[in-house]
């Protein structure tokens, strides 16, 4: 069943398999507060066993690093605002993976990492990536990283 997030009042519903479940509540709440701020678009969830066309698109995505996420998929969440489509899939590991895809403009596709407070780099990522670090009240502190997509999906 799907939910708007509200990120005012940070919501663990969902995620509470994950072992920072308060940070990666805190890291989707951030999620919402920015297309709430930026576009007026709610943030919307939907669990990842009743989204898992969503899922596989990410994965798909991914192979393009020979990334596979070794963790479960507890969560996504989809956006289409002002031509850009934005898939969200939120991991039990704490992990966050962001697809923006531009639809009319090849070379503004990119895919985000964020990576919730008290968790390690997921292997699958360590060799490949450095890690950004940004402050967040919803959050506390959230390390990230992207690369560009190169395919069409």
């Known amino acids: 069943m799907a939910h708007v997030i ?18 990666l509540a805190g ?8 297309f709430f701020n930026k576009y007026k678009a709610e943030f919307v969830t939907t ?4 989204s898992q066309d969503r899922v596989d698109y ?3 995505i991914l192979m393009e690093r020979d990334i596979v996420v070794s963790t479960p ?6 956006l289409l605002v002002e031509g850009i489509r934005w898939t969200f899939v939120f991991y039990q590991s704490g992990l966050e993976v962001n ?29 490949k990536f450095k890690f950004a670090r940004q402050k967040s009240k919803l959050a506390g502190e959230i390390r990230g990283s992207f690369f560009v997509i190169k395919g069409e999906y």
């Open 6 to 23: 509200d990120f005012k009042t940070v919501s663990t519903a969902g995620l509470e398999s994950s072992p920072v479940v308060d940070a």
């Open 27 to 34: 890291l989707r709440a951030n999620e919402a507060r920015y």
């Open 47 to 50: 669990p990842a066993s009743e």
């Open 58 to 60: 990410v994965s798909r």
């Open 73 to 78: 998929a507890l969560e996504t969440a989809e």
């Open 99 to 127: 697809v923006l895809y531009n639809l009319e403009d090849p070379k503004k596709r990119a895919v985000g990492f964020k990576l919730s407070m008290g968790m390690d780099v997921p292997e699958e990522l360590a060799s």
